[in-house]
Nanobody, 123 residues
Framework: QVQVVESGGGLVQAGGSLRLSCAAS????????MGWFRQAPGKEREFVAA????????YYSDSVKGRFTISRDSAKNTVYLQMNSLNPEDTAVYYC????????????????WGQGTQVTVSS
């Protein structure tokens, strides 16, 4: 069992930056690939970024590539999502998730989810 808790959301103006954190506890953090997803009102949950167990591989959706960076700190059992050049289309609840094995773009493959943190980007 792995517990994940997101933090760092908030209100930011377009063009600004935020860093989300996802603290994991429970079983060995290094044994899990981690992902970030987001869900806007009335829309399905969509993939944002993922990182492999070692941190050596990262994956991004086309909509955030070049603006967002996912990273992990094994000493702190924490995954980060640095979000730059935010725009109103990035407004959503952001979720952190963990899965065994390789990183994935598909939310159905993740085993453990946090409660989410709201990110609102004003124009």
């Amino acid at each position: 069992q792995v517990q994940v808790v997101e933090s760092g959301g908030g209100l930011v103006q377009a063009g600004g930056s935020l860093r989300l954190s996802c603290a994991a506890s429970g079983r060995t953090f290094s044994g899990y690939a981690m992902g970030w997803f987001r869900q806007a009102p009335g829309k399905e949950r969509e993939f944002v970024a993922a990182i492999s167990r070692s941190g050596g591989r990262t994956y991004y959706s086309d909509s955030v590539k070049g603006r967002f960076t996912i990273s992990r700190d094994s000493a702190k059992n924490t995954v980060y999502l640095q979000m730059n050049s935010l725009n109103p289309e990035d407004t959503a609840v952001y979720y952190c998730a963990a899965k065994s094995g390789y990183g994935s773009r598909y939310p159905g493959e993740y085993d453990y989810w946090g409660q989410g943190t709201q990110v609102t980007v004003s124009s």
